[in-house]
């Protein structure tokens, strides 16, 4: 079992380029977690899905991030433009159905915007 | 809303003397209560939740609705304990939201 795959690993790119991230969760993982992680902070989560339904994106930034889980599984964060403060880690996480199970977490895309 | 802090950023102990890590939480209904661990270069994974009652790892944790805390305790701490440590909390049901708290880095010295 590879896991909660996810890709890049890195990415740097300019202020005001676009990005995507990409996620695969554990077959079978009905619930999916984007999260940012910041330099010394906890993961921060951004949006979660329950299949395809985006069930809490309030902490998405709406007006420069989207994300799309097409049919319940892949799923791929974007942010266009990029800021400065998008510097971090992003997370992906999947659990077998909803917070209250264990979550399996990927190894992470660090992105640098210079 | 709910909330959880970690009021230590790091915690330096010496090997076999005993941890504890401090997380409060703020949360209006029943909470369910998770350590997670991140050790060096691996990926964040779950170390225990209050609902399961387990010992892992000699780590156990015990949730005080009274004083609104999860501390996450061990009697003898190993270098190997070393890592970051998040406390996290999500509500039951469809839809709760789900919380990590900014981390403790555990360090055990030789």
């Known amino acids: 079992e590879a896991g909660v795959v996810q890709s890049p690993r890195y990415k740097i790119i300019e202020k005001k380029q676009p990005v995507a991230f990409w996620c695969n969760p554990i077959?079978?993982?009905?619930?999916l977690y984007w999260y940012r992680q910041n330099l010394g902070q906890g993961p921060e989560l951004l949006i979660r899905?329950?299949?395809?339904?985006?069930?809490?994106d309030s902490q998405l930034p709406k007006d420069r991030f989207s994300a799309e889980r097409l049919k319940g599984v892949d799923s791929t964060l974007k942010i266009q433009p990029a800021e400065l403060g998008d510097s971090a880690v992003y997370l992906c996480?999947?659990?077998?159905?909803?917070?209250?199970?264990?979550?399996?977490f990927g190894p992470g895309t660090r992105l640098t915007v210079t | 809303a709910q909330r959880v802090t970690q009021p230590e950023k790091l915690l330096s102990v010496f090997k076999g003397a005993p941890v504890e890590l401090k997380c409060n939480y703020s949360?209006?209904?029943?909470?369910?209560l998770f350590w997670y661990v991140q050790y060096s270069r691996q990926r964040l994974q779950l170390l225990l939740r209050?609902?399961s009652r387990e010992s892992i790892k000699g780590f156990t944790a015990d949730l005080n609705k009274g004083e609104t805390s999860f501390h996450l305790k061990k009697p003898f701490a190993q270098e190997e304990d070393s890592a970051m440590y998040y406390c996290?909390?999500?509500?039951?049901?469809?839809?709760?939201?789900?919380?990590f708290g900014p981390g403790t880095r555990l360090s055990v010295l030789p």
């Open positions: 899905y329950e299949n395809e339904e985006a069930v809490d």
């Open positions: 996290a909390l999500s509500g039951y049901g469809y839809g709760q939201n789900f919380v």
């Open positions: 996480a999947s659990s077998g159905a909803g917070p209250s199970y264990e979550q399996y």
């Open positions: 209050h609902i």
């Open positions: 077959s079978g993982h009905n619930t």
């Open positions: 949360y209006s209904g029943s909470p369910e």
